[in-house]
C-alpha cells in the first residue's frame, strides 16, 4: 500500500539526513520526499511517499517518531486528504506536434511557460497519478527531460498537522 | 560567571554530577584537556584506545545507571569509539561521548584529523549535537545527559569543534536545571485500561510465562518483577540482558532462553498460553523462527520504546511505559481486586515445567584431566558465592558464564549481547570497578576476545585496578568453531588462534600477576588464591577443554521445541 506520510520536524541542519538514513538502514522505500520551510521558521515540513504493508508502516511511524528532531507526523493515508505534486515537462515541439501538445496540455489544465521554435516547457499540477498519465499521455520520443517535486499533501478539513 | 568552551565542557560535567571521564587526548580537544587539568572534581581515567573508553563508560554505565562519559579526539580518536558506542546503543545502555572536531573554518576541507562524526554515528547513537557555537554548549550538554538518560536510554555524541572550546572567548554560563524538548518527551505511565486487560489476561492463564529482559535492569524495576513473580507464582524467564533481574537460584526461575537458553525455559516458551514480555525486545537470538515463537500464546509487552512493540512479534497487549511504573500499576491493581491466578492449571503447569527440568540439560561430563569450561564457571560460582560483578567478552565463554553462575542481583552481569562485541569485557570491568572501588569485579574472557582490548592491561595498572581475568583459554574461537563443528562439517577455517602469547608472562610484563591453571583439581583453590590478592589484578589462564560445545542449542532458524541437547544426554530430542 502507497502511504503518504507527513512530518514536522525541527529546521536543523542534518534532521533531513536521519530521516532518509532510518529508511536505508531499516530497509523501507521512499517514493518521493519533498522538505521546505513553513510559517515557522524553526519547523521544516516533509511529505514522504512510501510503500509497505500495514506492519511496515507502523513500525515506519514509530521509527519516524522515535527521531529527536521529528516533532509530529501524521500518515494522510488514513483520513481523507489533498495530494498535489507539480511538475515540469519539456518536450519537443516542432510541425504538427505544437498544436497536439497545447491541447493535451489544455485537457490536463497544464500551463506552457516557456517556448521556443522546437520545444515547450508544461508546467502541471495534480496529484500523482495524474501527472503520471500525463506523461504517459506524450509520446515517449518527444519527452526531452522530466522534473517533479515530489508529493506533498494536507488533509482535508479543519484539523492540521501543527504544534 | 564567565567561562571559556572548554571550561563550559568540565563546568557541566561537574554540574552533571560526573565523576569519571574515559578518555584519550588528541589535537582537537587539547583545549578540554587543558581545563580538565586544572581541576581536581572530574575525575579522567586515561585509557589506551579510545575503543576502551567507550567500553569503560558503559560498563561504568550498566553497573550503577548512571550515564558513562567518554572524551576523545576527532578523526581516529571518534572513529575508534564507533564499536563502543554501538554497542551502548544495541544494549540501551546511557552514555555521552564528547568528540572533538576540527575547527569550525576548516570543516568539510579534508583537514588533519578530520571525519565527519555525526555522519558517521548517527545511525548508532539516540541522538547527536554538532555544536557551532560556544553560546550553545551548556544547553547541548544538558540535553545529551537529558536524552541518554530518560525514555529508552542511550549513547548520545556531542561533536565540539576546536575553536568553540577556544580559552581566550568566554561566554556567561549557567547550567539549565531543566531542559525541554517540544520534539522529546519520553513516555513515564502505561495506560491503564490496557494495564488493567493485562492483568486480566494473566489471572485467567493456564500456562503463563513471564520473559523479561535488560529493560528490567536498566529501568531499576528488579524488585518490582521479584513481587510479581512470587505473588503471581508464575515461572520466569530471563534473556541474556535481563540475567540478575530475578534472583537466578530462585526455584520459580526456569533459567535463560534462546539459542542457548535452558531445556525447560524454552519448551515453556512453545507451550505457554499467556506470555508477559517485560523490557524484551524479541530478539532473533531470543525468538528463533518467527513463525514458530509461541505458538499458542496471547502476548502482552511491556516496554517503554513504542518501536519495539509488534516490531518481530504480533503483540496481543502492548503497554507503553516505564517498566518500574507499569509493574507497580499491575502490582497495586492485583492486590485491590484481589485477584488469583487459577491454581490447579498452575500447579498441572508447574508439574510439566518440572518434567522438562529433569532433563538437566546443563549437565556437563565430569573430568579428573581436563577442566571442562563449565566446571570452570560452576567453581566460579561456588568459590565467589555468585557475588561477583562479572563482565564477558562473546562467545563460548560467554554463554558458560550466562548457564552457570547465577546472578542474584540486576548490574551484576555485564556483558555486550545485541552487538556482540569481542574486547568489551576487560574494559567494561574497569568502568565497573571505577564506579564500585570495594566491590570484587571479573572479567571472564576467551584467549581470542581478550587480544581485542589487551592494552588496556596498562590501565589498569595505572589506575591500580585489581580486577580478576578468568581467560577460558581453549586455543580456538570456540562458537566459531562449535559452528563449524555442526554446520560446515569440521572445516575449521581461521577458527584457530595461532601463536598465542604466554598470558602468564603477558600480564606479569604489564605489572601484574599471572597465574594458569591446568587441572580440575587445582581450580578452588587457584581461584581463592586469585580473589584473595585484593589489591592486585590477577590474570588466570584456565586451560580448558578445547573441543567443548554450548548446549543446549537451537540453531539459528528453528523453533524453540527443536532444541539440540549435549551429546551425553538424549542425542537430540524434538517434541512437537
Redesign the interface.
Known sequence: MRHIISIL??NE??AL??VA?LFT?RGYNIESLSVAPTEDATLSRMTLVTIGDE?VI??IT??L??L????KLVDLSEGVHIEREMMMIKVRAEMGMREEIKRLSDIFRGKIIDVTDTSYVVEMTGDSSKLDSFVRAIPEELIIEVVRTGASGISRGPKALT? | MELSGAQIVVQSLKDEGVEHVFGYPGGSVLHIYDAIFQQEDVRHVLVRHEQGATHAADGYARATGKPGVVLVTSGPGATNAVTGIATAYMDSIPMVVITGQVPSPLIGSDAFQEVDT??IT??CV??NF?VKRVEDLAETMKKAFH?ANTGRPGPVVVDIPKDVTDPNIKVPYEYPSKVK????SPVEKGHLGQIKKAVELMMGAKRPVIYSGGGVVIGDASAELTELVQKTGFPITNTLMGLGAYPGTDKQNIGMLGMHGTYEANMAMHETDVLVAIGARFDDRVTGKIAEFCPHAQIIHIDV???S???NV?IDIPIVGQVKSVLNDMLRILTEREMQADADALDAWWKQIESWRAVKCLEYPKSDEVIKPQFAVDTLHKVTDGGLYLTSDVGQHQMFAAQYYAFDKPRRWINSGGLGTMGFGLPAAMGVQMAHPDATVACITGEASILMCIQELATCKQYNLPLKIILLNNGYMGMVRQWQEMFYEGRYSHSYVDALPDFVELAESFGHVGMRIDKPGDLAAGFEEAFSRKDELVFIDVVVDPSENVYPMIEAGKGHHKMHLSPQQASERELA
Open positions: 520536524m525541527e541542519a542534518g539526513s536521519r538514513g538502514a506492519r507502523e513500525q514509530k521509527q517518531n522515535k529527536v528532531d521529528v516533532v504544534l | 555525526i555522519g548517527r545511525p539516540k541522538h554538532l536524552i524538548m517540544r520534539s522529546y520504546d513504542p518501536a512493540i509488534s516490531k504480533r
